[in-house]
């Protein structure tokens, strides 16, 4: 048989490579103090080595720590006679690492542990001290989709998805879960009983404005939605910790909606019972509030304010469970929904597919330089590809909408709400109203604030991403006094010496 031909690919060539990295792999200059020079022959490198040895270091301690882990993981010789030398003085490491995967995880895992135990072997013989591999399992990530599955080769059929999915998931013997109680049902029935008898009590989009006082209303409304999400997002925490599985609450955004969000990601490693347990928690929640507040609005007997604010409470409630239902986005509904079309990731997979479309199109217009990869859907089956193709209709149809409602309607609210009160601060200066003064400060400081609060959540959970973006444009407007791009790049590997 022929052997296989293996040429070396230039980083600089490759799709989505960080510049500050490329610049690095192709032996420019460095950026100033950020990145200096890689030193690349042994006599360049000898001062940070010997910079790196003059450090106090607990090697007894980590060597302990990695023996007793290796030994109960059934490591060769190899491996702990690399550990043994890691507690001498003089001796040095190649780190790399990667998440544990399905078989070890993709080719480019065992490509990182290979690379590692080649460039301590160059380095180790270069420098003259010992130079020990090591690889870090990043086993504490619970982002169970990205690990249950694993695409191998075949001769005939291209790529196959092979994937993990244990019988009864893992939480056999997990501490039991919350469940819905009996002595909830009734709570609905009755209140769906009382808006049958009492329709006179079912709030009106009016009573959201229960009081004149623009600041006071969305003062009041602002304490009582943020209480009644956090209680919701509170409900999934719950579920998730009684079913045994990591889960923590972070502000996030959904479009141009500011959300608080619970990552359930380990979800996928319980039985489906469980699952939807945790996904409706929130719903379940924000039902059994709704059908007190309306028991309360129809019996309690409260006095006209109480009614007003009880009726917005239900008001607010009751926007936030439609907007559940808002499949394009990720809500509790889209978990049970694309949990019972047996899909991992549908908003992932379908923003893969639009892309690759979008790239095709560009592609087509300006056709240069190498062709497009293949599909992201070229290794399912056909019903998951018609799966992921009418969602990401679903995706574009309700983003559309949703955006297209913002502009009309949501913007010209907001630019109203900050017209009026900017009119109503000017007009309390000039005709010396302390309380039109206060008030109108209050609503532009309350509306001006939370559109802040947006923008600054939005670019916290893209910082990645505008980083990149950043590094792209400093590259295409910054000239490089360096070698071009095209340059060959030295034969040494690049140090990657640590403690």
């Known amino acids: 048989m022929k ?9 600089g060539s490759l799709r989505r490579v960080p510049p500050l990295f490329a610049d690095a792999m192709a032996g420019r200059a460095g950026r100033g103090d950020l ?13 940070h080595l010997e910079a790196l040895l003059r450090r106090p270091l607990p090697r007894a301690e980590v060597a302990a720590v990695l023996e007793a882990q290796n030994r109960t993981f059934g490591a060769d010789a190899a491996a702990l ?15 790399t690492g990667q998440q544990v995967g399905l078989f070890g995880g993709p080719l480019y895992t065992w490509y990182k542990a290979l690379t590692a135990v080649v460039v301590a072997r160059h380095w180790g013989e270069a420098l003259k001290v010992p130079c020990v591999p090591c690889f870090w399992l990043a086993s504490e990530d619970d982002d169970f989709t990205e690990v249950d599955h694993a695409l191998l080769l075949t001769r005939r059929s291209g790529p196959v998805r092979v994937q993990y999915q244990p019988e009864g998931g893992f939480a056999n013997t997990l501490p039991a879960t919350c469940r819905l109680t009996a002595a909830i049902v009734p709570v ?9 008898l009492r329709p006179d009590v079912i709030p009106r989009y009016s009573d959201f404005f229960w009081s004149p006082l623009l600041s006071i209303v969305i003062a009041v409304n602002l304490v009582l939605g943020t209480i009644h999400l956090g209680v919701h997002e509170l409900a999934h925490l719950v579920a998730a910790r009684a079913e045994g599985i990591p889960a923590h609450i972070r502000p996030g955004t959904r479009l141009q909606h500011l959300v608080l969000q619970t990552d359930v990601s380990a979800a996928w490693a319980l039985p ?17 509030a709704l059908s007190i507040l309306i028991l309360a609005l129809a019996y309690a007997g409260l006095p006209p304010t109480g009614e007003a604010l009880l009726a917005a409470w239900i008001l607010l409630i009751f926007f936030g469970l439609l907007g559940e239902f808002s499949f394009y986005m990720r809500t509790d509904i889209y978990f ?38 293949p599909g992201p859907l070229l290794a399912r089956s056909a019903g998951e590809r018609r799966k992921v193709v009418f969602y990401a209709c679903l995706l574009i149809t309700g983003t559309l909408i949703s955006l297209g409602r913002y502009l009309l309607i949501g913007i010209p609210i907001l630019l ?23 008030d109108s400060s209050f609503t532009l400081l309350a ?45 040494s590997p690049p140090p990657a010496l640590a403690p």
């Open 336 to 373: 049970v929904f694309q949990d019972l079309l047996h899909s991992r990731n549908l908003f992932h997979d379908a923003q893969s597919l639009l892309l690759h479309h979008y790239r095709r199109a560009i592609h087509a217009l300006h056709p240069k330089g190498a062709g497009l990869p």
């Open 272 to 288: 489906r019972s469980s699952r939807y347990r945790i996904y409706l928690a929130g719903v379940l929640w924000d039902l059994l």
């Open 188 to 196: 609905l029935a009755a209140a769906a009983v009382t808006l049958l």
């Open 81 to 95: 006679t690399g550990i043994a030398a890691l507690r001498e003085p003089g001796s040095v490491a190649v780190l």
């Open 35 to 47: 990145l200096p020079p890689l030193p690349r022959e042994p006599a360049a490198l000898r001062p």
């Open 447 to 491: 509306v001006v604030g939370m559109q802040a609060l947006f923008v600054a959540t939005f670019l916290h959970g893209r910082r990645g991403a505008l980083a990149s973006i950043s590094a792209t444009l400093a590259r295409l407007f910054t000239p490089h006094s360096g070698p071009q791009r095209d340059s060959p790049q030295s034969d």
């Open 416 to 438: 109203g709400l900050v017209s009026q009160a900017a009119a109503g601060l000017i007009g309390g200066f000039q005709i010396g109203n302390t309380f039109l003064v206060l």
């Open 3 to 11: 052997p296989p031909r293996l040429e070396p690919v230039p980083y």
